[in-house]
């Protein structure tokens, strides 16, 4: 008896520590989409950086993601995630965009609701809405005096949650300029 537990014991320590990994190795997969467009950011924009160390999409060789810079100047920036290195927002090859900005975003026009964020911030949640296409599902929140937005293509509301606490828990990158 004592053998038969032990070894349903290993089994499910041995498929805890594959799901573990699996969920690191997509926290680690992210980080390489965005080292080649930051020091583009860098040398175009002087607002605080935040990008995403978790995406709910595990990018690999066969469905690759691509970060592009798609608006950068010094009060703000855009960067376009998407399954095309020249993709462009509302095009069927969008993920994400993520914004950052001096001011105020300006944003669809729908209703929204306040929601919880990591580190004890406060942000505004705006569902998909769907016609004869999906809009981005978005989240708008202030940081450090910074307006940022993660807009997701029909994301849901927790989908959209994880990428935006992991991007507010990313040390942000800051340009040497002010």
Not at 17 to 23: T, V, Y
Not at 142 to 162: F, P
Request: charged content about 20%; aromatic content about 8%; overall charge negative.
């Amino acid at each position: 008896m004592l053998k038969v537990v032990r070894n349903s014991v290993i089994v499910i320590l041995a498929a805890c520590a594959c799901a573990c990994a699996s969920a690191g190795a997509q926290r680690w997969r992210q980080r390489y989409i965005f080292p080649p467009i930051i020091d583009e950011l860098i040398g175009r924009t002087h607002v605080p950086i935040r990008l995403p160390d978790y995406l709910p999409f595990n990018s690999d060789a066969s469905n690759p993601l691509y970060a592009t810079v798609q608006d950068a100047d010094e009060q703000g920036y855009r960067v376009e995630v998407g399954w095309d290195p020249d993709c462009v927002s509302h095009n069927p090859c969008h993920f994400v965009t993520l914004y950052g900005s001096r001011k105020p975003i300006v944003l669809a026009d729908r209703k929204r609701e306040s929601v919880a964020l990591a580190k004890g911030l406060k942000g505004e949640f705006g569902a998909t809405v769907c016609a004869a296409v999906c809009s981005d599902a978005e989240v708008a929140w202030v940081q450090d005096g910074i307006y940022y937005v993660v807009a997701m293509k029909a994301g849901k509301l927790d989908e959209v949650l994880q990428v935006v606490n992991s991007e507010i828990e990313t040390e942000a990158i800051v340009s040497g300029a002010k």
